[in-house]
């Protein structure tokens, strides 16, 4: 990579909610000649952000080869470019493949992270993945389908942990995840959709995992929806909420480096 200070930046423009976005992905859209957006889910609303004079793309209708060509004619006269994804880059936004095409023609690249929907979703319910002694593993995945997925990665393999799990892109097959979470999470569970989350058509969809496509087209949800389980749910839901066992961090009686423990 050579050292050339005009880097292309690729930003997490956040769930929706342009207040949701990082200062520092605000800033480098202020300062943006061309922004390249992912239209058809990063909402135009987070382009508030863009200066006057900032020119902006929609990445909808391109394919990999005309994104890295009109970014490549940009930084050729000095523009700076920012390639604005949904959420957070670094998960399902297909930059890997964006990058080493970059990198093959010597264009200089950084990345600034975003706050992805799982998290907007979490805020949302007063939610915390990660309970003591309950869970401390949340799962992050989708379904195999048009996009598969590893064999060892399969959403049957991950649910057999039982831990928090947060299922993306995964609506278009909602009936095989009811079967899955119906199998390792139980029936009578408690799961959430979540849709559009941070946008101002925003749900959060409590169900018992036996409902869940039932509740997916009662609401007409085929899209731009999480589907989350495991016993944070519940426990946001006010479920069972006084099993859940205080952590160590801010127990009177546990010591650490920073406090001793009171007798």
Known sequence: MKKDKNRVIFAGAGPGDPDLITVKAMNALKKAD??????????EAVLCWKGKKTETKSSAGMDLNTIIDTIKTYHKRGKKIVRLHTGDPALYG????QMRELEKIDIPYEMIPGVTAAFAASSKMNMEYTLPEITQTLILTRISGRTPVP?????EKLAAHKASMAIYLSIGLIQKVQKVLEKHY???SLCAIAYKMSH???KII??????????CKENRIT???LIIAGK???????????????????????SHGYRDAKK
């Open 34 to 43: 061309l922004i390249i957006y992912a239209g058809s889910l990063v909402p």
């Open 206 to 215: 409590y169900t018992k995992t036996q409902d869940l496509v039932k509740k």
């Open 151 to 155: 064999e060892s990665e399969d959403l």
């Open 223 to 225: 899209k731009h929806a």
């Open 232 to 254: 944070c749910v519940e426990a946001a839901a006010g479920s069972k909420s006084k099993n859940i066992l205080k952590s160590k961090l801010y127990d009177a009686g546990f």
């Open 200 to 202: 101002p058509e925003e």
């Open 94 to 97: 297909a930059i890997y493949e």
């Open 186 to 188: 139980g029936k009578e």
